[in-house]
């Protein structure tokens, strides 16, 4: 079965006017639309055969390179929502470019409050007739999300993946000391004439502040070495006009952090990113060696009514900002703030919606050093195996391993299994020995690694749910235990 991790496009064939929200479509225009869905994951799943292909870079103000890992996710079903005979839409979901609900793997976006959030920019450059046009940027006060697409490459069709050379941003009026972060990203659609990317910029206080984005030389990065297409470059340089409309909570509560003693000061919520805001008390002395690790406290988590978690250690790079003590997070979906259950940091938790949290069960597994808290579905549909271990060739080392194992009806599959294995290996390590396995952390001298189980015959189908709704964020709940434990 393939893996969709992208929402369809479809719907963008469906113009309605703004005004009449939740108006409902006519028999007619829901067939159409629906053809064109079908039509439409059928040219999704050719084009994941072809892999991931996005391009990741994350840079700050001084020069500094970090590598970003993208997380593997277990399949995505895209879902039409179907009421009797007719599809309802809402009135925001089409002011959004469908390209950011597929980043954000939504059907649809109804909150209004977004549309603060949201602007809409044309600006365009053009060189030996290929033109790079910023159409739609979506941001808050730790970051934005830009749209754009690229057009009038000749034959398109000879590049396998499109992307660029080198890029780089700067942003006017931005003090040398505020760090800022930045990764283009490409996005997949069916558009035969033009490719859809997203620049993705973290930093703090952007609004109204002007943003000069470069970018040098288009061509096909698919094999080992760049193969140029389009030579030159395209400057494009815009405002950032969106409001911030970030809600704040007042914590000022004392916490143990990096070894010191701070105030955590408050809690900042959007719909796109939740930060937290710190106070130093006492600076702490960290001595860290090969044998001897200090535990920095700085666990922070928020925990959703729809039941899942968004937690730091297992999100890639570029969804993390800090400046100093304070840390912002993006959400990997489009968040009202009525869906937030509470927010954990450094030890302490602070609720917010508790009487939306859902009852988990946790699974100790003294051996490996772990624990993990499932959902009671989960719980009461897998089988746990005994802890394995074995020798592994590829990388060189020792290894453990436990599987979890659902049984539905008549079916029966491996929905995931978390691996230990003995030294610290780096997420590119891993990736070149054993790349359908995803990188966790590494802690106390063992490196954990995920690997999802996979849809491979009908009847497995049964555990399409299980993997969409919980599987594919299973990783957010994992618990390393210390070691003296």
Known sequence: MSKIDRMLEGMKDYKVNHNEAGEKMETEEKERLLGSIMDKIEREKASEKKGDGRDVKNRNRKGFKKKSRLTKIAAAIAVVFITGNVVVVGATMLHLNEKFLSYFRQEEVNDVELENNYTIVDVEAENKGVTIQVDQVLGDDHGFYALFQVKGVKNPERILEPGFRDYEVNIKELGDEIPISYSVIKLYDDKEDEFSFMLKVNSQNLTGKEICFTLKEF??????????????????????????????IDVNKNIDLYGGKYNWDSISISPLSISVSTTMLEQGIIHQSDDE??????????????????????????????????ISMNFHSIRKYDDIVSVTFAGVTIPIHPDKQQHKKTYLNNEMKFSLQMSDELSDMVTVSEVKSYKDEGLKTNAQYVSFVGKKDDAEMTLFSIYRFRGVISPDELEEAAPFMTYLTSRDGYTYVIEYGEIVSEEQMVFVDILNQEISGIKHFLNILSSSL
Do not use: H, M
């Open 293 to 326: 690790s200090v535990d920095l406290n700085d666990e922070f988590y928020v925990d959703f009514a729809d039941g899942t978690r968004l937690n730091k250690e297992y999100v890639d790079d570029d969804d993390i900002y800090i400046d100093g003590s304070d």
């Open 219 to 248: 061509g096909d990065v698919s094999g080992d070495e760049f193969r140029k297409i389009v030579e030159g470059q395209w400057k494009l340089t815009w405002k950032l006009a969106y409001q911030n409309n970030a809600g704040k």
